[in-house]
């Protein structure tokens, strides 16, 4: 899979967890948005009561202008919490969990910073996260 495709795949993925229109390109194979976001909703919605209100509280505090730094700080921070627990948890899975389990927050109940972080987010799974989602088969088979 080339990195366009990709990078197109991530859009419609965000698109379809954000509850936003998208252009269906992948008809007939295994990449489905809406399956794909449904189980990224899932996986933030598992560690949303345990670890996410101290975070989100720090994002909410932030000015608007610092919001996606204090976003991706936050990603790092949660991520990193969850590497220690045990090697058999690789990097990325943890920062796939933690990045998707604050966009859930955002979005649920923090509405009004969608727009200031989405960029974070994409550049977190595309590029942070892009070269080991491609190596795992692209996003169907995660």
């Known amino acids: ?17 954000f509850d936003e229109p998208y252009l269906e390109t992948d008809a007939g194979n295994e990449f489905d948005p809406v399956k ?21 509280r720090n994002i909410q ?3 608007a202008t610092d919001q996606a730094a204090v976003f991706t700080d936050s990603v790092d921070v949660l991520c990193n919490s969850w590497v ?19 966009s859930l927050y955002i979005k649920n109940n923090c509405p009004d910073l969608t727009s200031n972080v989405r960029g974070a987010i994409f550049n977190i799974l595309n590029n942070r996260l892009g070269g080991w989602i491609m190596q795992q088969g692209g996003w169907g088979q995660l």
Not at 84 to 102: N, Y
């Open 36 to 56: 794909i976001a449904n189980k990224l909703k899932q996986l933030g919605d598992h560690y949303d009561e345990t670890v996410i209100q101290p975070l989100m």
């Open 1 to 17: 899979m080339d990195k366009a495709h990709f990078t197109q795949q991530t859009q419609d993925i965000l698109c379809c967890f």
């Open 84 to 102: 220690a627990e045990g090697p058999e948890v690789t990097r990325e899975k943890c920062l796939l969990k933690a990045t998707m389990a604050l």
């Open 61 to 63: 505090k932030a000015s």
